[in-house]
Each structure stands twice: as C-alpha cells, then as structure tokens.
C-alpha cells in the first residue's frame, strides 16, 4: 500500500495549459514535497510544504509553479502554463514519522506528464 | 551544497554475480544515507538507509555502509537476481527540521540476464 496516493497517474495535455497534480496522505502528515524525475535523468526536488506554507523552493520552482493543500487533506502541484520542458514524472512525498527527523521520505508512485 | 555522485551506468549482469554500486557525497554536517530503487513502471521505494557513520544498512540482501573518512556509501549484493533490475538511486538528507529535504544522486540501471 502507497504511503501517499497520487493523481491522475499519467497526463497528456497540450502546451500552455494548466495542469493540476494531486497527492493524498494515507494518514495526516505536515511536511510534503514535490519532485520531479524528466525521463532517464536525476530526480529532482521542486518544493517543501510545511503546516500549509512552502517552506523551501528550487529554482527549476518558478512562478509557474504553485502549491497548496485546500481542502487539509489534498496535496496539489499546480504548473500555471505548462512547457515542453515539463514533460516529467512528478513524485509526490511526505516526511518519515513526526518526531524525530532521520531525512527519509515515502513516495507516492507518480504522475506522468506528458506536454504535447 | 549538498551533492551525490554515482558510478556511470547502466551495469548489465548475470545472475547470481556480485553487484557493487558506487556513491559519493559532499555535504556539511552528519547527513542520512539512503538507497532508493524504482522498480520499470513504478515509484521510489527506500531501499536500505543509515544514519551516522560506520552504520550498515541492509535489506532484501543489499548492503550499504556509510563511511565518513571516505564520504561513501557504496551499495553491495553478494548474489543478484533477475528481480533486482531497477533504477538505483543513492541520497543524502541533511535532516535540517523543517527544511529538510533529499538529495539523490543520477541514478543507475542494473539489468540482470538470467
């Protein structure tokens, strides 16, 4: 069982659109992240979300890129006006346990995104 | 920053043979060491971890060590099988509270014939 279900699992759309990623805790957690792995290369970290605020950001993160969780449940990855470029696997992830920090992560399995 | 080198891929073997994979790090202070695997049309899965030096993480017959004097954390099976094809990924984490976050390195894919 998926420590974090995420949604859709691949999506086409056509450059310019925007497409929205979404990530669901299978128990309620603080802290998330987004990544992204473009096909054959390094998995990338985009952003961390902390008690419904960012609380770090890469520079691939730019202004096209937005994330919240609306609805206290639901973690989304917004990318405003999506580019070639785009085209990626995004990993959503959460924090191991609340207390104690070791740095490990649970994935969720990923959403393909495929900008045409 | 923080940064994790691994070995140029992909590594083709044969069953049962002896897997080495390398990883390097760079990083300030005590990071967490993780192996991650990703399995052909699935997610990240952790692998094994450790964190603090001189610490052997293992699982599923992989083992790791993390050494500090050499700032590596090589990944080791002593007999692989055809279901150990996958991606590998070695990261770091820096534990920074609330920020933070991994680091993993390029990746690389092992293909075991049977």
């Known amino acids: 069982e998926p420590e ?3 949604t859709p699992s691949h999506q086409v759309t056509q450059m310019g659109q925007e497409v929205i990623l979404r ?10 992240y987004w990544y992204r792995q473009i096909l054959g290369q ?3 970290f985009l952003v961390s979300f902390y008690n419904n605020e960012i609380s770090e950001k890469s520079e691939i ?4 890129f937005s994330v919240e969780r609306p609805d206290g449940s639901n973690f989304t990855l917004k990318i405003r006006s999506t580019k070639l470029e785009d085209s990626a696997m995004y ?3 959460r924090r191991a346990g609340r207390g ?4 490990e992560l649970f994935f969720g399995e990923g959403s393909r995104l495929t900008v045409l | 920053g923080n940064s994790v080198t691994q070995m140029e891929g992909p590594v083709t073997l044969s069953e049962e043979a002896f897997l080495t994979i390398n990883c390097t790090y760079t990083a300030t202070g005590y990071p967490s060491l993780f192996w991650y695997v990703q399995y052909p049309g699935e997610g990240l899965q952790l692998l094994l971890k450790a964190t603090k030096a001189d610490d052997k993480g293992s699982n599923k017959g992989f083992e790791a060590t993390y050494r500090k004097e050499t700032t590596s954390f090589h990944l080791e099976k002593g007999s692989v099988q055809v279901s150990d094809s996958a991606v590998y990924f070695c990261a770091l984490s ?15 894919t092992l293909s075991v014939r049977p």
């Open chain 1, 91 to 93: 990993f959503c992830a």
């Open chain 1, 61 to 64: 993160f730019d202004d096209q």
């Open chain 2, 94 to 108: 820096d534990r920074g509270g609330a920020n933070s976050k991994l680091t993993f390195g390029k990746g690389i």
């Open chain 1, 42 to 44: 390094k998995v990338e």
């Open chain 1, 100 to 103: 104690g920090n070791t740095g």
């Open chain 1, 23 to 32: 990530c669901v805790p299978i128990s309620n957690h603080l802290y998330f």
């Open chain 1, 4 to 6: 974090v279900t995420q």
